[in-house]
């Protein structure tokens, strides 16, 4: 099972701000590795989204932001538009037992 | 255009093996480390296996340790995965994933190519 806790779910209108929680433990987010976060549309390979806990890959718009304090991380995004309706994940290592890298448990974004 | 394109996956019993391929293309293979990420049916992301450049770095999740081989052969420009023992828990479509930082890559590292899947069905 993932040791990232995510909402399930998160809804937003047209043109609104949303948050996405990414909740870790001393071993991963809290133990200093960076936090990365992907954007699933239906039927796709995920997209990277942002990566090293706040910085966009070339093309992603800048409605999307990421943040990082602590054991957790967030995932913003301003301006909702219907087109970022999709399963957001968080990603980092964990450092734990053998160590491997470690995916949140995803959220499901709706446009309303 | 950077390009990774996975083949191999199949219906199988439980018990048997199958071999994943992964063919990149567009960008210095040999300059980056790779990984296997599953995804069952209507769930989420789960790490599989990675591997550093030169093959001299490998690691694996606990749920495939012991079962599953990661391999790559860098004048070929391919990744391979070698499952053994297959079992239903399995099951998922299997994407391979270019790390994003030049070299042997780290425990920083985001994966920022991902190809399109090759699905595994592990049934009887």
């Known amino acids: 099972q993932s040791v990232l806790t995510q909402p399930p779910s998160v809804s937003g209108a047209p043109g609104q701000r949303v948050t996405i929680s990414c909740t870790g433990s001393?071993?991963?987010?809290?133990?200093?590795?960076?936090v990365h976060w992907y954007q699933q549309l239906p039927g796709t390979a995920p997209k990277l989204l942002i990566y090293?806990?706040?910085n966009r890959p070339s093309g992603v718009p800048d409605r999307f932001s990421g943040s990082k304090s602590g054991t957790s991380a967030s995932l913003a995004i301003t301006g909702l538009q219907a087109e970022d309706e999709a399963d957001y994940y968080c990603?980092?290592?964990?450092?734990?037992?053998?160590?491997?890298?470690?995916f949140g448990t995803g959220t499901k974004v709706t446009v309303l | 255009e950077v390009q990774l394109v996975e083949s191999g996956g199949g219906l199988v019993q439980p018990g048997r093996s199958l071999r994943l391929s992964c063919a990149a293309s567009?960008?210095?293979?040999?300059?980056?480390?790779m990984h296997w990420v599953r995804q069952a049916p209507g769930k989420g992301l789960e790490w599989v296996s990675g591997?550093?450049?030169?093959?001299?770095?490998?690691g694996y999740a606990d749920s495939v340790k012991g079962r599953f081989t990661i391999s790559r052969d860098n004048a070929k420009n391919s990744l391979y995965l070698q499952m053994n023992s297959l079992r239903a828990e399995d099951t998922a479509l299997y994407y391979c994933?270019?790390?994003?930082?030049?070299?042997?890559?780290?425990?920083?590292?985001?994966?920022?190519?991902w190809g399109q899947g090759t699905m595994v069905t592990v049934s009887s």
């Open positions: 994933a270019k790390d994003q930082a030049y070299g042997s890559g780290s425990r920083n590292d985001a994966f920022d190519i």
């Open positions: 567009g960008f210095t293979f040999d300059d980056y480390a």
């Open positions: 591997i550093s450049w030169n093959s001299g770095s490998i």
């Open positions: 001393s071993s991963n987010i809290g133990a200093g590795y960076d």
């Open positions: 090293g806990n706040s």
């Open positions: 990603q980092s290592y964990d450092s734990s037992l053998s160590g491997c890298y470690v």
